[in-house]
């Protein structure tokens, strides 16, 4: 993200909110059971572009990566032990490059959704041919006003679905105005967005990330396997799956996640990407202080067989667990202790600024 180093009023927030709405109240992950696929360390990135690794996606064999927003906003491809293949600059000059999604069409989307001050009138995609480096410029708005957000997912139909970031309450799901698809955005727009859901993870008990006691609810990445029947959307230190048997991605954000891999010790964790198998990639920036890495740096993750898993359990009984539900006591707890542990950290952080 270009930053959590920049956040607004937090205080009058917090106060505002500091209890969650029953119609909005974080989901009890309790509820959604924790996978236990196999899963391995597939290489660690060297390239100083990416200690701030934001994006990754695979097409045709091929894995991609983009840096958050910087001085090098060239979309990477790596190898299979992470090595720099080539560097494809950005098509046009982009604000705050947030995640990397593959569309249908083999071409690679640049979500340039970052929005951490609320103040972006338009938010946009950023088309690009992995072979030619071309691409254009789609610009997009919302509804209801600027939003930050860090998640991009692009259905197998080419429909893009963008889930904002909120530290408070519901994350928004929008996509393109009547539904439209990627190959059907006009270039620069802007196209009118609209919201079609809403969605609340967390918080859960996997460690890492950034901010003690929110790092759990904070949607950071999404993607959508190959053939679109199953979505991830992930936080700094989990990965909510959820099944799309009709590869309707909107609707299985609404009816909730089914499965949850725990990614812990990550400490910025916003990458996530399905490979052409099945398997499941995740990648965190590094812990930079003052331009320097410091410890070792993250490895991108390999969950092996996931889509697999969606195959075989398509005719199971189990029913999955909504993404926002009327909350019972125990929720509306847990929900008002991670608003407050995450508006001391806010704060604290702030002063520190």
Same mark, same amino acid.
């Given at each position: 993200m270009r930053s959590l180093r920049a956040v607004g009023a937090v205080g009058a927030v917090a106060l505002a909110v500091a209890v969650p709405s029953a119609q909005h109240a974080a989901a009890d992950t309790a509820e959604v059971p924790v996978a236990d696929f196999p899963s391995e360390a597939?290489?660690?990135?060297?390239?100083?572009?990416?200690?701030?690794?934001? !994006?990754?996606?695979? +097409?045709?064999?091929?894995?991609?990566?983009?840096?958050?927003?910087?001085?090098?906003?060239?979309? @990477?491809?790596?190898?299979?032990?992470?090595?720099?293949? =080539?560097?494809?600059?950005?098509? +046009?000059?982009?604000?705050?490059?947030?995640?990397?999604?593959?569309?249908?069409?083999?071409?690679?989307?640049?979500?340039?959704? !970052?929005?951490?001050?609320s103040a972006r009138q338009t938010v946009a995609l950023i088309s690009l041919d992995p072979d030619s480096g071309a691409g254009d410029l789609y610009r997009l708005s919302y509804p209801d006003g600027p939003r930050d957000a860090e998640a991009v997912l692009v259905s197998a139909s080419g429909e893009p679905l963008i889930i904002t970031k909120s530290l408070?309450?519901?994350?928004?799901?929008?996509?393109?105005?009547?539904?439209?698809?990627?190959? =059907?955005?006009?270039?620069?727009?802007? @196209?009118?967005?609209?919201?079609?859901?809403?969605?609340?993870?967390?918080?859960?008990?996997?460690?890492?990330?950034?901010?003690?006691?929110?790092?759990?609810?904070?949607?950071?990445?999404?993607?959508?396997?190959?053939?679109?029947?199953?979505?991830?959307?992930?936080?700094?230190?989990? @990965?909510?799956?959820f099944h799309a048997p009709d590869a309707d991605i909107a609707s299985a954000l609404g009816r909730g996640p089914v499965l949850r891999v725990p990614v812990p010790d990550e400490p910025q964790g916003e990458a996530v990407?399905?490979?052409?198998?099945?398997?499941?990639?995740?990648?965190?920036?590094?812990?930079?202080? !003052?331009?320097?890495?410091? !410890?070792?740096?993250?490895?991108?993750?390999?969950?092996?067989?996931?889509?697999?898993?969606?195959?075989?359990?398509?005719g199971a009984d189990a029913e999955p667990t909504p993404g926002s539900f009327e909350a019972g006591p125990v929720a509306l707890a847990v929900g008002t202790v991670v608003v407050a542990a995450a508006a001391v950290a806010l704060w604290w952080r702030i002063r520190r600024t």
């Amino acid at each position: 993200m270009r930053s959590l180093r920049a956040v607004g009023a937090v205080g009058a927030v917090a106060l505002a909110v500091a209890v969650p709405s029953a119609q909005h109240a974080a989901a009890d992950t309790a509820e959604v059971p924790v996978a236990d696929f196999p899963s391995e360390a597939l290489c660690t990135p060297d390239d100083p572009a990416l200690d701030e690794l934001s !994006g990754l996606a695979q +097409v045709g064999g091929r894995l991609f990566a983009t840096p958050d927003a910087g001085v090098d906003e060239s979309v @990477v491809e790596l190898d299979a032990k992470c090595g720099v293949v =080539q560097r494809l600059p950005v098509p +046009v000059d982009p604000y705050d490059i947030e995640d990397l999604a593959a569309g249908p069409d083999g071409r690679l989307w640049l979500a340039d959704i !970052g929005d951490n001050t609320s103040a972006r009138q338009t938010v946009a995609l950023i088309s690009l041919d992995p072979d030619s480096g071309a691409g254009d410029l789609y610009r997009l708005s919302y509804p209801d006003g600027p939003r930050d957000a860090e998640a991009v997912l692009v259905s197998a139909s080419g429909e893009p679905l963008i889930i904002t970031k909120s530290l408070f309450g519901a994350s928004g799901i929008y996509r393109p105005a009547r539904g439209r698809t990627v190959e =059907q955005l006009e270039t620069p727009g802007p @196209v009118p967005l609209e919201k079609v859901g809403s969605l609340s993870l967390g918080p859960t008990d996997t460690p890492g990330g950034p901010l003690p006691g929110a790092s759990s609810t904070l949607i950071t990445g999404g993607a959508v396997s190959v053939d679109g029947t199953v979505a991830a959307v992930r936080t700094y230190t989990d @990965v909510f799956l959820f099944h799309a048997p009709d590869a309707d991605i909107a609707s299985a954000l609404g009816r909730g996640p089914v499965l949850r891999v725990p990614v812990p010790d990550e400490p910025q964790g916003e990458a996530v990407a399905f490979t052409e198998s099945g398997d499941l990639l995740t990648g965190s920036e590094a812990t930079v202080q !003052g331009g320097t890495v410091t !410890g070792e740096r993250p490895p991108i993750r390999m969950w092996k067989e996931v889509t697999d898993h969606f195959a075989a359990e398509s005719g199971a009984d189990a029913e999955p667990t909504p993404g926002s539900f009327e909350a019972g006591p125990v929720a509306l707890a847990v929900g008002t202790v991670v608003v407050a542990a995450a508006a001391v950290a806010l704060w604290w952080r702030i002063r520190r600024t």
